[in-house]
Each structure stands twice: as structure tokens, then as C-alpha cells.
């Protein structure tokens, strides 16, 4: 079990990373603040007065790409890759600024909600094409997929979670991915370290120098939230009975 591909989009796109703005026939990009709502709408929160703003009229709808690069949480974390989002954006005035405001709210409670429709205006565009860019080429994602995937729950809080595997439970850790992989020999290598975590599990790194190689070890389901994951793991903390299992190394 892992991620699918719209997952990794919506989670990308979720409004947790910077953003990148390419609209149609006009310079760029643009840095931009974004969020998604809970049906995977783009809601970009443009100050009145700047260049995003100009290449954005109020009154007409803008063909506009969202850019987003995932930025591994830890040293040696693989990359989730880029998604790119597109659709025709538009402006939102009155009643439906307001709710905008809140959906964006729930996201990212910024103050400077309070001022749209002065010094900020929030434009909103449904996703009409979602792609995400890896290394090995470029995936199309079915629109209906992303609007239907969730973004991971854990995404916001994963450099915490690995700092506090490391700092609080690095021993245990490194045990139970021992145990999990079959690793021998530990004094000869260097400790195996969790360098992701999603709703789905965890990815390893185990080895030496160059050769080190990365695993994943899947949970018995996917957890819902941080709570979740601490229950789930607490028998590792333990050094008791253990809940994931492990894949084939990447």
C-alpha cells in the first residue's frame, strides 16, 4: 500500500508548499499563496497591488497552471516529484469570497483573509488537467481522480514526526527496521533511518556510504491522522508486538 499518484498530487497542491503560477500568455511565474478546498479547487490569495494581481483581471477568467515542488522533509528523503494543476481561474467577489475565506481558512488561517475584497483578492479555478513529474517522465491524472483523492493527513507534520523518531525514538527505531528487513551485522553498517512517513507507512534508508538502499514498510491500514500513528506505534516505542510489515526494497 502506498500512495497513488492523484494522492500525491493532492497532497502537494494541498497549499502546505510554495506555489508557482503560469498563466496563459503572460510573463512569469508568479510566486503565488495557495490552497485547495475539500473538493480540490485552487483558491490563490493575490495582494491588489502587485504582479499577479495585473496579469489576473478581475473581471475575465485566466487560463493558469499551479506549480508545486515537493521538498523532502530529511537528508536522503526521495522526492515526491512536481505536480502541476490547471484550469480557468476567476475572480470571487461578495458572498462567494466569503466562503472562499473560510474554505481557505481551514488550511492556512491567515489574517490576511480579513482584508479580501480591500487588500487581497482570492481567485478560484476547478482543476481541468493534474499531472505529476518525476524523474522516469511525466503521469496525466484523471481530473475526476484528483477531485476524489484526499491530500495525506500527515504531510503538514512529517519533518516533525521524522525529527521525533530520531530524537526521542531513533533506537527503537533502528531495531524495528532491523527486524522488519532481515538486516545482520548491524555494527558493520550504519543505522537504518526513516527518512518518509505517510498515511500508508513508512520509508526506510538502510546501509552504508553509497550503497545505502531504501524500503518501505506498510501499515496494516492507512491511519487517519497523527494520533493514529502514535497508537499504531507505540508497540514499537515498546519493543513489543509490532503492526507494519515490510515491501520489497525499493
Known amino acids: 500500500m502506498r500512495p497513488s499518484p492523484a494522492e ?25 499563496r495557495h490552497v485547495t478546498d475539500a473538493e480540490g479547487r485552487v483558491l490563490l ?12 483581471p478581475p473581471g475575465d477568467d485566466i487560463a493558469v497552471a499551479l506549480d508545486v515542488l515537493d521538498l523532502p522533509p530529511a537528508a536522503g528523503a526521495p ?42 483578492r482570492l481567485h478560484r479555478f476547478e482543476v481541468a488537467e493534474a499531472r505529476l513529474e518525476r524523474p522516469d517522465g511525466l503521469l496525466r491524472i484523471d ?4 477531485a476524489e483523492a484526499e491530500p495525506d493527513p500527515l504531510h503538514p507534520v ?7 523518531f530520531t530524537v526521542h525514538h531513533g533506537r527503537e527505531m533502528a531495531a524495528y527496521v532491523r527486524r522488519q528487513l532481515g538486516l545482520v551485522d548491524a555494527a558493520r553498517v550504519d543505522p537504518p533511518r526513516v527518512v518518509r512517513v505517510d498515511r500508508y507507512g ?4 538502510f546501509g552504508s556510504g553509497g550503497a545505502r538502499r531504501r524500503a518501505r514498510l506498510a ?6 491522522d497523527h494520533g493514529e500513528l502514535a ?20
Request: hydrophobic share 50%.
Open 8 to 32: 500525491i498530487v493532492r497532497t502537494l497542491a494541498a497549499g502546505r508548499l510554495p506555489g508557482l503560477a503560469h498563466l496563459a500568455q503572460r510573463p512569469g511565474p508568479f510566486h503565488v
Open 158 to 164: 512529517e519533518a516533525e514526526l521524522l525529527a521525533e
Open 219 to 224: 501499515f496494516p491500514q492507512p491511519v487517519a
Open 143 to 146: 481530473p475526476l481522480a484528483y
Open 45 to 56: 490569495l493575490v495582494p491588489v497591488h502587485s504582479d499577479l494581481a495585473a496579469a489576473l
Open 231 to 250: 497508537r499504531l506505534l507505540n508497540p514499537v516505542y515498546c519493543r513489543q508486538a509490532e503492526s507494519p510489515r515490510s515491501d520489497r526494497p525499493l
Open 202 to 205: 513508512l520509508v526506510v534508508s
Open 79 to 120: 522526492s515526491l516529484g512536481r505536480a502541476w494543476v490547471s484550469g480557468w481561474a476567476a475572480a470571487l467577489h461578495g458572498e462567494a469570497a466569503r466562503h472562499a475565506a473560510l474554505d481557505y481558512a481551514e488550511v492556512d488561517p491567515t489574517g490576511d483573509l480579513l482584508d479580501v475584497g480591500t487588500r487581497f
